[in-house]
């Protein structure tokens, strides 16, 4: 591939509901530029951007794809992302480097929960956005409709470029609103000149008075000029439109069908024409040796500086760190300096990635994107730069996995495997996490949501050839005691020569700290108990609170006091009085009231206003306690507070995107241990009796 200079690069992210029709969009561009010869299907399995056996066997997107697009003097990096929420992690990512945004609605479905998000997605990165409406081949689709539903969202800056023209309830053509002409497409695929249908006079009307007001505020000599009722010549409305897609003012709309490649020409060249270079967006670090701002800025005469958005492993074509050149040039075997990692890695060769094609380039200008081989150290979200200058970026911020599920291999020995094949696909998707529960003899996986989860497991059998089972996860419940209770046990035992014996007499009660296992004193007098037999009453009282006598769950909250007891000169022993404190200690919690505690976690539920009532009705189900109602960041969205067991969270995701319609998200952290109900307790003690049985052994 050719080399490109910054101004000549446009780093567009598609973003969408699921089944929108990027992928399907990034088929027609690329056969409108002639990369291919065909368009591909995403239910033929053959398109450029799904190209991983996964993506072809769900028939959807589940990483971002890096498509590079010729077109005009320019090259546009198309980054097709996932439309399906569990796979944000890759959205983000995309998002974190790319300049501006097509926001794919189609014209069939309407504005979705991913639209809106796509949408917030764009305010959060600042980024210049238009959207792109697909499927106006198909008779029941509105252009109409998604113009209007996006001008009630997000007011009078939703700008339509162009109206559509159909005959024959077939779509034909469009009117373009700047040049006020209709245009049709022939049967070469070219468009002719025809005259503005009618039914489309009225709306041209309106639409182009609202786009000359706006190229109108973009300064006082076309205000003047407006007012006065001059016209702007087209290269006057066109700049003057650049720059208010480029600070958001504007959002232009425009539409297609990707089935028949029209629309694709003129998404194409508007994205030129509109959207910014990288030299004409913003970038900072941190000068590590100063601690001073760095401004990057896509300066090519800048020290060489560059980001790693995302890392690419696969079992064929290897590992590939895909990275935004933040400034300078980069060259072949140029060695650049990790920061994060203290290590210097030399480049190699340089690659451009189409889909899953890989085209070697002799150097990346800053504001490019493209691709590393096999750097050792290097992961996700790290900073590249000279050992001379070094430089930190801004790490994106990722979305966390609040989804769990225990799982366990299915065929015994493939445990080292299974560790070995997550390792990659961590290495890869940074919304996974990998848990190991000692406490709860369990292996955790975090996911987004459950489909996450269930792409993982696929992933594991079909790349890796080893099968995982995905099961609920078994809750960390804790014991204490509410009373106080005075016990003493003896141990005793003749074996033939010296025998054991340990005689401990304790009192337990309520120590008020739940932090912590336990609190041990004694005040023994005389000697009852030698001195140099605390330590071991300590020890039994130390290993009896990891599985208490209820339901064999570990011990919280306990104060343990040894004030008498009794010794054999030759018969005790530190094993003897580690017994006989262990087994008092068990002795000493059935008879101080025991209750089972079960875990509490702050959770944040945010969710669209009109569906906090089905919400809130459904977290008091869950026996949760709403500790709050406040406006969320995100404009139209409610943040309720809850304190609720985590018990009752298994499968919630899943639930509340059901009721939000997918646009409802949740995070949640440990709060503390609270005395689980009569119910629940009964339960967890009639699950928990084998191993209960076992502890007693």
Sequence with gaps: ???????????????????????????????????????????????????????????????????PIP???????????????????????????????????????????????AWNLCEKYNLPRMFFVTDMDIDNASYRQVVQDLQDLYGKKIAPFHLPIRENEQFVGYVNVIQQVGKKWNDKGEVDRVEVPEYSKNNLSICRDALMESVAETSEEFMERYFNGEDFSEDEIRQALRVNVIDGSIVPVMMGSNVLARGMYTLLTDIVKYFPSPDKRKCAGIYTKTNEVYDADYDFSKPKTAYVFKTIVDPFIGKYSLVKVNSGVIKTDDVLYNYHRDFEEKVGKLYVLRGNKVEEVKELHAGDIGAFAKLQKTLTTDSLSTKTAPVAFLRTSLSKPYTARRYKAINKGDEDKISQALQKILTEDCTLKNVNDSENSQTLLYGIGDLHLEVVKSLLEERYKVEIELTKPKIAFRETIRKSSDVEFKYKKQSGGHGQYGHVKMKFEPSGDESKAYIFEQCVVGGAVPKNFFPA????????????????????????????????????SEMAFKIAAKQALKKGILAAKPVLLEPINKMIVTVPDAYTGDVMGDLNKRRSRVMGMNPSEIAGYTDIEVDVPALELYGYGAVLRSMTGGAGEFSYEFARYQQAADEVANKQIEERKSKLEESSL
């Design 1 to 67: 591939m050719n080399v490109y200079t910054t101004d000549k690069i446009r780093n567009v992210v598609l973003l969408g509901h699921g089944a929108s029709g990027k992928s399907s969009l990034v088929e027609a561009m690329a056969y409108l530029a002639k990369l291919t010869n065909r368009m591909g299907k995403v239910e033929d399995k053959n398109t450029i951007s799904d190209y991983d056996k996964e993506e072809m066997k769900r028939g959807f997107s589940i990483k971002t794809s890096l498509i």
């Design 71 to 117: 077109w005009q003097d320019c090259k546009i990096n198309i980054l097709d992302t996932p439309g399906y929420f569990d796979f944000v992690g890759e959205v983000e990512e995309a998002v974190s480097v790319a300049d501006a945004a097509v926001i794919v609605v189609s014209g069939k479905a309407g504005v979705e929960t991913g639209t809106k998000k």
């Design 537 to 572: 009453v300590e020890k039994g009282i130390a290993e009896g609170v990891k599985k208490g006598p209820l339901a064999a769950y570990p011990v919280l909250g306990i104060k343990a006091t040894l004030y008498d007891g009794s010794y054999h000169p030759v018969d005790s």
